[in-house]
């Protein structure tokens, strides 16, 4: 004898608990897909940034030093680095008025914006010019650089990020 489908507290029609952590796992993985890849390819994470694209200032700053993402400071602060180009760091890195304007331009739009993990803590006036003075930089390399690391030769300064950052080039600054 046949009988009529009757649907269980686990079956077709009621999910019940099981079938309820099911979908509520397939959500949260959904929303991971997602979200995930925004904020890793945003100057919010902690550690990846958008790598400099623009060829203009990878001519221009690469030609003394790696050139840094524009993620790494907020706009302020690349503002008063591009208008102190003559005493750029102890050097003249001085530009005609075209490429400056550009490289400005391209560092503002990509700037770490206000109230970020990069740019928390800091003033707004642009007075911290250097990635290395950055809160966000000194909280990311507290306990983790073994001590005299920057003074190896290998190294050189706070400011070589390629030699313990293998795809620094890239905008990753995860730890290798």
Known sequence: MHR???PTRFGPGRPGILGI?????????L???ILLPVETA?????ARFRPVDDPKVKAE????HMAFPAGMLPAASWQRIMAGLPDHFGEDASLDDAA???IADWLVAGAA???SRVAGGMPADG?????????WWIREHRGEVRPGAFEDPKVGSKANCTACHRDAARGNFDDD
């Open 4 to 6: 009529p489908f009757r």
């Open 21 to 29: 952590l099911a979908g509520a796992s397939s959500a949260a993985a």
């Open 31 to 33: 929303a991971m897909a």
């Open 42 to 46: 945003s100057a919010d994470s902690e």
């Open 61 to 64: 700053c690469g030609a003394c």
């Open 100 to 102: 400056r304007r550009e």
């Open 113 to 115: 914006r206000p109230g």
């Open 127 to 135: 007075t911290v010019l250097r990635i290395t003075d950055t809160p």
